[in-house]
């Protein structure tokens, strides 16, 4: 069984969205060099347990 969203009729706002990720990341490691959590990886706060989606991610620079 195929997944949603793949093979040949994939979302165009797929592609759209990772660019903006990829340069809005760029952009912020640039410009803030020194990112750092502020509180342990343990304690953030993750969307429907995904290992990647958190809905806040408290950080200091």
């Known amino acids: ?3 949603p969203g793949s093979g040949p009729y ?7 969205a990772r660019l903006e990720l990829r340069i809005v990341l760029g952009t912020l ?3 803030v060099p020194t990112p750092r959590l502020t509180a342990p ?3 953030s706060h993750f969307v429907n347990g ?3 989606s958190v809905s806040a ?5």
């Not at 994939?10 to 759209?16: N, S, T, V």
């Not at 991610?57 to 620079?61: E, G, I, R």
Request: net charge positive; glycine share 4%.
């Open 1 to 3: 069984m195929r997944r």
């Open 57 to 61: 991610l408290p950080v200091t620079w």
């Open 29 to 31: 490691f640039r410009r």
């Open 50 to 52: 995904s290992a990647f």
């Open 41 to 43: 990886r343990d304690a």
């Open 10 to 16: 994939q979302c165009l706002g797929k592609h759209l």
